[in-house]
């Protein structure tokens, strides 16, 4: 069984940044595809933030396209997500997911509280 742990929120002033990290227990250098979703406040569903492939291909939702980048360390199998200039709107939970489904991967970690405000 797969187990994530996020960390690296906080809260931050509009336009401060942040570095998630997410660490899984085994390596991530097999597993196809990690990503990073956002709960917000008071919603159910996650949305996807940024994912990136095995052979690195990122792809991002258009409300974090240009201010977010991520990134996977196969030898720390950790990935990242740096946040720059962040918005009030970025507030919520995130949630690093770890997805093969050719291996039935489908892991999520307890996520980790980000708060833009001030």
């Known amino acids: 069984q797969v187990h994530l742990v996020e960390s690296g929120g906080g809260s931050v002033l509009p336009g401060g940044s942040l570095t998630l990290s997410c660490t899984v227990s085994?390596?991530?250098?097999?597993?196809?595809?990690m990503a990073w979703y956002r709960q917000a406040p008071g919603q159910r569903d996650r949305d996807l933030v940024a994912?990136?492939?095995?052979?690195?291909?990122?792809e991002y939702a258009d409300s974090v396209q240009g201010r977010f980048t991520i990134s996977r360390d196969n030898a720390k199998n950790t990935v990242f997500l740096q946040m720059n200039s962040l918005k009030r709107e970025d507030t919520g939970v995130y949630l690093c997911?770890?997805?093969?489904?050719?291996?039935?991967?489908?892991?999520w970690g307890q996520g980790t509280q980000v708060t833009v405000k001030g």
């Open positions: 085994e390596s991530i250098s097999t597993i196809y595809s």
């Open positions: 994912d990136i492939t095995n052979s690195g291909v990122a």
């Open positions: 997911n770890a997805d093969d489904r050719y291996r039935g991967i489908d892991a």
